[in-house]
């Protein structure tokens, strides 16, 4: 059974931070551009094709549950536990052995999401193992669960919110952290100890990550947001209002050769310069959606003497030129002109030095982030390159392969993309919030 086809939500949580806004209303009934946060949930896990939506609700749960039965989308069925006593979330979930499916998806009641639901499942089932949490790079790491991920996107690190553990936050440096939305196997019960209330993220999943289980990551720039407090709930509102929600980004980082120009090596001069077919229209389609669009690119030709700076200006230009013809602009520009191979003699050696900007090194995405104005966990990197699949990995970013140009099989690198495409043209589309008919 794929695992889209039950969704448990965790509705039992009292709503302390919502208290000055809701009073003892429970938070899933907060309202966000007219609907509540649960309407919101169970609408789009049901057109994303689940099946069942289990909640597991505390004491005066009734209202809750009330709700739901009232706003049920077609074609998706009701259940309910209502505790009597609180047990926390793992222990909710464990009081609900005999109704979960053998992989199931599990939403915090609390968080707001627009998600490509079937391809998270799908992506969990891949990868298999005891779960695969979605994560994002977080905007409030001082108040989330940080994680750490290797280049299989296997979970290696937990960082919990206590003060003890937040002096151990470098094991995350990237600032990943566990949005409340996961894919998660029965087998993880075994994990929740009996007759005592347990809590998922600050004791169950750490454990797990402890004992090396096979916990997985699913790095997203879709949006997915906490909406457990006054201000993120209004954030959520502004975003829907405006219709942000349904991009799956807001700043999209491209290489240049092999992605946006043909080629896979740099060119010499402006005439050599060609479009890929398609790439135009696909930074048109990003541009029209309001999806900022910057380059970073490695151009180690200018360290090794090939091109001087000049020339690679007037590549930008050439560049810049042709997308305009059709209609399309970028928002951003940067190029690493370093080369750190040193024992070539050609070229210019001020330039034949190690830096933090050459791809996969983070410099340019930091540069590029802090002045687009838009939310870190919302960038996502495109490229043709497994540089820029380890870059973004590196970054605490998604990334898009793309078919043209190398095609990111280079084996380079061992990073794997979050989602591959045909082309540019292919990744705008669904970052637009369309469907790709494309691969994951």
Known sequence: ???????????????????????????????????????????????????????????????????????????????????????????????AADHLA??????????????????????????????????????????????????????IGWVGRSPESRRRALVAATGLTN???????????????????????????????????????????????????????????AALTSGRVGHRAELCLIDRDGVLTEGTTPPMSADEVRLIPGAAAGVRALNEAGILVVVVSNQGGVARGLFDEETLARIHERVVALLAADGAHLDGFHYCPHHPETHWREGRPELRVPCRCRKPSTGMVELAISRAARPSWRAVVVGDETTDLQL?????????????GHGCRDDRYPARPSWRFASLAGAARWLCGGEPGASA
């Open 1 to 95: 059974m794929s695992a889209l086809e039950q969704a448990v939500l965790l509705c039992g949580g009292a709503g302390t931070r919502m208290a000055p806004l809701l009073g003892n209303l429970p938070k899933v009934l907060a309202e966000a551009d007219g609907r509540t946060l649960l309407d919101h949930t169970l609408s789009g896990l049901a057109a994303g094709g689940t099946k069942s939506a289990l909640l597991l609700l505390g004491p005066g749960g009734e209202r809750v549950l009330e709700r739901a039965r009232r706003s049920t989308p077609p074609g998706l069925r009701i259940d309910a536990i209502v505790e009597p006593a609180a047990r926390g979330t793992a222990g909710a979930l464990r009081g």
């Open 392 to 404: 973004a990995m590196n970054a605490g970013l998604p990334s898009i392969a793309v078919d043209t």
């Open 179 to 237: 949005t409340g939305i996961a894919v998660l196997h029965r087998d993880v019960l075994h994990r929740i100890p009996e007759g005592r209330p347990s809590d998922l993220t600050e004791e169950v999943i750490p454990a797990l990550v402890d004992a090396r289980a096979p916990v997985y990551g699913y790095i997203t720039s879709e949006f997915v947001r906490d909406a457990g407090t006054p201000r993120r709930l209004a954030e959520v509102e």
């Open 102 to 155: 053998e992989r199931f998806l599990l939403v915090y009641g609390d968080v707001f999401a627009m998600l490509d639901w079937p391809r998270l499942a799908a992506t969990a089932e891949r990868n298999g193992g005891v779960g695969t949490l979605v994560l994002h790079r977080s905007d409030h790491p001082e108040d989330s669960d940080l994680v750490a991920i290797d280049d299989s996107c296997r979970v």
